[in-house]
C-alpha cells in the first residue's frame, strides 16, 4: 500500500516562507504525476502545484511566482518551497500522487499538514 507522509507545516509570518515535504514508500517514479492540493475551512479542495514523471511543473495563478514544486528521487520525496505566505495561503495541505495500474489511475493522499499564515 503506497503511504504519502507530509511534514513541514506550522504557523508563520505573513511574507514568510515554508517548506512542505512529502516522502513516499516507493520510488516517485512509479507515479504518473505527483502533486499538492490544499483545503481551507469551508472551501473545496484546490490543486496548487503538480510535477509530472518527466519533471514539467505547473501551478495555480494564486501561487505562481510564490510557490516552487520540486523532488529528489534517491529520497523519494517531492518538496513544496512556499515563499511570501500570505493569510489565504491558510489551509490544510495534502501530498497526492497518481498511478497508472492496469486500466486506470489511482490516486493516493497523505494525511495532510497544516499551514497557517498570520501575524
Known amino acids: 500500500q503506497v503511504q504519502l507522509v507530509e511534514s513541514g507545516g506550522g504557523l508563520v509570518q505573513p511574507g514568510g516562507s515554508l517548506r512542505l515535504s512529502c516522502e513516499a514508500s516507493?520510488?516517485?517514479?512509479?507515479?504518473?504525476?505527483m502533486g499538492w492540493y490544499r483545503q481551507a475551512p469551508g472551501k473545496q479542495r484546490e490543486s496548487v502545484a503538480g510535477?509530472?514523471?518527466?519533471?514539467?511543473?505547473n501551478y495555480a495563478d494564486s501561487v505562481k511566482g510564490r510557490f516552487t514544486i520540486s523532488r529528489d528521487v534517491a529520497k523519494n520525496t517531492v518538496y513544496l518551497q512556499m515563499n511570501i505566505l500570505k493569510p489565504e495561503d491558510t489551509a490544510v495541505y495534502y501530498c497526492?500522487?497518481?498511478?497508472?495500474?492496469?486500466?486506470?489511475?489511482?490516486?493516493?493522499w497523505g494525511q495532510g499538514t497544516q499551514v497557517t499564515v498570520s501575524s
Open positions: 497526492a500522487a497518481r498511478k497508472y495500474i492496469t486500466t486506470r489511475f489511482v490516486d493516493y
Open positions: 510535477i509530472t514523471f518527466a519533471g514539467s511543473t
Open positions: 516507493e520510488n516517485i517514479f512509479s507515479f504518473n504525476v
